[in-house]
C-alpha cells in the first residue's frame, strides 16, 4: 500500500507538469490497484480499540490535515489540468419529489483521495510511532471507509465512462 499511495501521490503531483494525455490514463490505470490495496489490508486494531479511539476524523484534530488554503489550491491546479475531463454527473436515486441532477469533480476525488492517502503515508514513514506500519494501516482503513473511499469510486467510474467514450487521452 505504501508504495502504491507513493506512485499515487507522485502521478497527482506531475499533473500539470506533465501535459501528456497519457497521464489520465495512469491514473485510471492505478486507482483500480490502490482500491484493491485498501480494501485487502488487515487492520490489527479492533473494534473496541476503534470505538473508544479518540479520533472522530483521522486527522483533523490533531492539526494533521493541511491548510484549507493549500488544498483548494491543489484542488484548483487539478481542476485546471484536467479541463473537459473534471465534472460528471452523479449516479443516484432520487428519493421523493426531489430530482435534482448532483455532479461531482474528477479534481475533488483526485485531492481528497491525495490528502487522505498521503496522511496514511506520512503515518508509515514516521520513526516515532510505536508501530508506524499499524498506524498507518489503520488510518488508511480507517479514512478510506469514513471519506476517500466514496471519491475512490467515484473517480473510477467516472475514468471509466471516459475510457468507454474514448475520450481518456491516446
Not at 497521464?23 to 492505478?30: A, K
Request: glycine residues 6%; charged residues 30%; aromatic residues 10%.
Amino acid at each position: 500500500m505504501a508504495e502504491l499511495t507513493r506512485e499515487f501521490c507522485r502521478l497527482i503531483e506531475s499533473a500539470g507538469e506533465r501535459r501528456d494525455p497519457g497521464w489520465l490514463r495512469e491514473v485510471f490505470t492505478l486507482l483500480p490497484r490502490l482500491h484493491v490495496a485498501v480494501i485487502s489490508l488487515h487492520d490489527t486494531r479492533s473494534q473496541t480499540e476503534e470505538a473508544s479511539d479518540p479520533e472522530n476524523w483521522p486527522g483533523e484534530e490533531h492539526g494533521h490535515l493541511d491548510a484549507l488554503d493549500d488544498r483548494f489550491e491543489f484542488y484548483s491546479r487539478l481542476r485546471s489540468d484536467l479541463g473537459e475531463h473534471d465534472g460528471y454527473w452523479l449516479e443516484f436515486d432520487p428519493v421523493g419529489d426531489a430530482h435534482d441532477s448532483m455532479s461531482g469533480s474528477l479534481a475533488d476525488d483526485l485531492a481528497d483521495i491525495y490528502y487522505d492517502v498521503r496522511e496514511g503515508l506520512a503515518r508509515h514513514d514516521a520513526a516515532e510511532a510505536a508501530d508506524p506500519a499499524a498506524d498507518a494501516i489503520h488510518f488508511w482503513k480507517r479514512s478510506y471507509r469514513l471519506h476517500w473511499g466514496q471519491h475512490l469510486v467515484d473517480a473510477e467510474r467516472h475514468l471509466y465512462s471516459l475510457k468507454a467514450r474514448n475520450r481518456l487521452g491516446h
